[in-house]
Structures are given as C-alpha cells and as structure tokens.
C-alpha cells in the first residue's frame, strides 16, 4: 500500500494552551503578512470560498496592466501569456503529487470536468461499461455536468449516485461494492463541500483500476488545503478551482490534470486552437497537441491567470506536509472548542470527528444556523460561509488564519446564542453566502 499522506494523527501540541500561544509555536505564522489584510480586525473564516488577496499579487497584477498590457501590447504573448497555462500548471502539479506537463490552467471547474468527462466515456464507448458513479454528497454543479453528459451521450450511460448514511461520511463500503466491470467513470469531489470528508483517494482507485474504471476527482477543496498524491495514487484525471485554498482571485481559471497515460488516449471534446498542434499555422483540420495542452480550448483570460501565480508560490514555499499538519491541528482545536463551548448549546458536528478523514473546513449544524450566521457577520465581523440547511462552515485557510482567530469565532458563536443576539435576524436568507 502507498503511503497514505493525510493519515497523520494530530501532533502532541498540547491543544488546550493559549490560542496565542500556540500562534507563537506555529512555523507557518509569518506567511500571515504576506497577505493584504485591511484594519477592521475582520476574523475571515472563508478561504475556502474565496482565498485572501497575497501581497505580490497586487504588485504582479500592476506590472501585468501597466507594462505587458500597456506597453508592450501583443509582444506579451511571446514574452509569456502563451505559456501561462502550461507554466502555472506546472507549479499546481507539485501542490498535487502530479509531473509538471500533467497539470494546465483552463476556463473553469465545472467545463473542465464535463471536457473529462466526455473524453473519458468517448473513450470507453461500445465496450458495455455502462455507469458513472458518483455520490450524493458531490458539488451539485459536477452532478449537473455528469447529467448533462449523460445527455450528450444520449443515453448509453448512466448515473448512479451513492448516497451517504449520514451526510458527513461516505458509504466507502458501497462504493468499492458498485466498482465492477460496469462502471466506465468514478467521478468524486475528493473533499466534500459540506461536511469536508476527504476519500482515500488510494483506495478508491485502486478498486476503479481492478475494476477497468476511470477516474475523474474534483479537488477544489482539497488543493492547497490536504496533501493529493495524484500519481502515488493512480489517479487517472482531476480538475479544480484556484480560487479557494490557491488564492487565485475571483472566478480564476481553473485547472485540470490528465495522467500521462490518459493524455496518450483521450481526445479533448472542445478542441479548439489553444490545443491545437500548430494553432498559428492556421490549418483547417484539428489535430490535438500531444500532452496536457492538447486539453486547451480558447485564449485564457491572461489578467485572471497571471493572478494565480503568487497565491501558488506560497503554498509551494510553505509546503503542503506542513501546511496540512498546520490545518489538521487547527480544526482539531476548533472541534476541541466546539465540544466544550458550543455543544451544550445546540451545536451538532456535521464534520468527520476523525481528523484523517476530514479537510480544512468544519461546519457546525444548528436549527437557527442561518441567523447565527447572520450575526456572526454583522455583530462579530466574523466571516464563514453558510450551507444549505443549516451548516455554518469555518473554513480554516492555514496559510493566514490564527489559532486565535479560531478561537474567537468559537466564542463569538457562544456569545450570540447565550445572549440571543440571531434572534433579530430575518429567517430568509440571501443569494451569495
Ligand atoms: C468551488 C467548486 C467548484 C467551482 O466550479 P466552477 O465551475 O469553477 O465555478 C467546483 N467543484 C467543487 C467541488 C467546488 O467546491
């Protein structure tokens, strides 16, 4: 068995010290300033949606605008833009075990995996495997594109979808039992976006590989966030977003990854100039670039590109080992803190208690989740994110949150619901959260 990189148990540091300090023990702390903080003391618990701005981006973005755009025009392109997706895939593929050339930055999550997806099933055609499975604690997104693929495919596969017991964990026992010589496509969020359970991406593999299935990961929440070894697990495809835990921006490209293997054998759906062998030749016929450009389509959005760069730097100079070490004892705090502040108030868990199994977020349920939340924005200038029906998620970005921010929010949380602060809160609640 490959050594598996998350089962770590959380390290003696005695968790009931001072949130200050262990801020002073943590040997990540400086990378804290290397992000653009404003004064209003906001404690910002959601890097799991929308990662800090890094410093060297403002400056990187400036000089982008200022001299490649604004002086030197179209020159750019051969000065880098062109190579930006393959370039800044390189320095993905090492936050994600992959050889650089597997990795590229293209368009978004959500249309890489239906390009996966559909060269993956193309791929497969004809030979009876008939199901792609996933499961039901999948971002609803990807469960529309496997739909919609489905679609594409006019019927000849079919979705199945597997449901967990209880909305936390994975049924790992019913999944490995679907992956026989039926199923053409596993397609998974490696961690889940509601209750942060991490498969064993290994496992879950190795059973698809016995079984002649490929596999599709989405690890928008784990890149950046656990250590992904994509190649000592034998995974075959994956795409993310990189504006979460990499700090890329808003709406930054997104990224996928294809094994070298599958990039021999799979052709892209969209195949557009981008991947095409020789675009400026101009030729009217398509032939796919050999190797991960071939998955491109059109120009990237060059401004929203470069952006990922600085964000990626850092995770690579903090080191994904440590950087999930750090994560890991930051969420086994918090839970610390959970069971004694917050469970006596109503508080459930809807978070895997075991710490190899769980991600860097941690939601907390209750029945007046929404309102607490509300108030935790408004009265404590406390910012996590909220997820349908009742899950307030902190998300711990151990790049730049404290253990003292952690600790605030937990008695933020206590203080509203003893002193009924939510309460003047409207039950409706908004768009974005
Ligand atoms: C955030 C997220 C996405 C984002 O998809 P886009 O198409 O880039 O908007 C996709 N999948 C998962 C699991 C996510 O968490």
Known sequence: ??????????????????????????????????????????????????????????????????????????????????????????????????????????????????????????????????????DDMNFPS????????????????????????????????????????????????????????????????????????ITLWDLSHSAGAVVVELNQAGADLAVGCSYKYLNGGPGAPAWLFASTEMQRTLRNPIGGWMGQQDPFDFGLTYTQEPGIRGFLTGTPSVLALAAIEPGVDLLLEAGMERLRAKSMRQSEYLITLWQKELAPLGFTLNTPRDVALRGSHVSLGHVEGWRIDQALIHERNTLPDFRQPDNIRLGIAPLYNTFSEVHAAIQALKAIVEEGAHLGYSPYQGMVT
């Open 1 to 134: 068995m490959p050594h598996d990189p998350n089962a770590h148990t959380v390290s003696a540091m005695d968790l009931t010290l001072s949130p200050a300090l262990l801020d002073a023990a943590d040997p990540l702390q400086t990378f804290r300033d290397r992000f653009v903080h404003d004064d209003s003391g906001l404690n910002y618990l959601d890097g799991n949606s929308l990662g800090r701005l890094p410093k060297a981006t403002e400056t990187l973005l400036q000089d982008v605008i200022t001299r490649q755009w604004g002086e030197r025009l179209i020159r750019s392109w051969n000065e880098g833009w062109i190579d930006l997706p393959a370039r800044v895939g390189d320095k993905i593929a090492h936050l994600l075990g992959a050889e650089e050339h597997e990795v590229v930055v293209a368009d978004s999550t959500s249309v890489n995996l239906y390009k996966l997806a559909v060269a993956a099933l193309a791929s497969v055609r004809g030979s009876g495997r008939k199901y792609i499975v996933t």
């Open 142 to 213: 990807d469960i529309y594109i496997l739909q919609r693929v489905v679609a594409h495919f006019g019927g000849e596969f079919v979705l199945r979808i597997i449901p967990s017991p209880d909305g936390i964990h994975a049924d790992m026992d019913a999944l490995l039992t679907a992956l026989d010589d039926s199923v053409a496509l596993v397609s998974l969020s490696h961690t889940c976006f509601k209750s942060a359970y991490v498969y064993d991406m290994a496992k879950v593999c190795a059973a698809a590989r016995a079984a002649g299935a």
